[in-house]
């Protein structure tokens, strides 16, 4: 079973300019979540997906993220324009509905410059 | 809101020693669940162990097992046989039993394992 895959895994963009990241679940899995860490502190929740539909997006800081999840397989999350402060990792989890165990990938690590 | 704090930002232990992480968390709810993750240089997050709240046995998993404290709302991690590939972040995260299922991560432990 392939686990959950992040692209890229680094990515260092001009203060301004826009990044999308990308997460690809485990198939089957109908939740799809994001976190970040912005550098030595802690992992934050940014938001929820149930197949398509944004089930929480509570963490969300401003309205300069944009996360979509098309079909309900694969999501992205932009950030436009990228401000200094958005600079750390990126982590997405996926779980199959109704279960606890969440599986997360390796992260994107995004620096802004 | 829940909080999860973890009081030691780095620990080290020395191989084959045990070492144990503390974790102490903030809820008003009687059901839920704790976990702890291991974070590696490759950066991927494993989770190591969990433990639901209404389970009164403390959950083990090979060398790593907790001590559940639900009263002291307390969750440490402990390590035995400490090998060098135990080296890493650990996390402690919490999770409601409720529709919520995002979790609520401490900031953090680096466990280094001295050989």
């Known amino acids: 079973e392939a686990g959950v895959t992040q692209f890229p895994s680094h990515s260092v963009i001009e203060k301004g300019q826009t990044v999308t990241l990308r997460c690809d679940p485990i198939?089957?899995?109908?939740?799809l979540y994001w976190y970040r860490r912005v550098m030595g502190k802690e992992i934050k929740f940014l938001l929820h997906?149930?197949?398509?539909?944004?089930?929480?997006e509570s963490g969300m800081p401003n309205n300069r993220f944009l996360a979509e999840r098309t079909g309900g397989t694969y999501s992205t999350l932009k950030v436009q324009p990228a401000e200094l402060e958005d600079s750390g990792v990126y982590f997405c989890?996926?779980?199959?509905?109704?279960?606890?165990?969440?599986?997360f990938g390796s992260g994107t690590r995004l620096t802004v410059v | 809101a829940q909080t999860v704090t973890q009081s030691q930002p780095e620990m080290s232990v020395q191989e084959a020693e045990t070492v144990t992480l503390s974790c102490t968390y903030d809820t008003s709810e009687s059901d839920y669940y704790l976990f702890w993750y291991k974070q590696p240089p490759s950066r991927q997050m494993i989770l190591v162990i969990r433990q639901e709240a209404y389970k009164q046995q403390n959950a083990t998993e090979n060398r790593f097992s907790v001590n559940f404290q639900k009263a002291a709302k307390s969750f440490s991690l402990k390590i035995s046989d400490s090998q060098l590939g135990d080296a890493a972040m650990y996390f402690c995260a919490y999770r409601s039993s409720g529709s919520a299922r995002q979790l609520t991560f401490g900031s953090g432990t680096q466990l280094t394992v001295l050989p």
């Open positions: 989890a996926s779980s199959p509905l109704a279960n606890y165990g969440y599986t």
């Open positions: 198939s089957g899995h109908d939740n």
């Open positions: 997906f149930v197949k398509e539909s944004k089930q929480d």
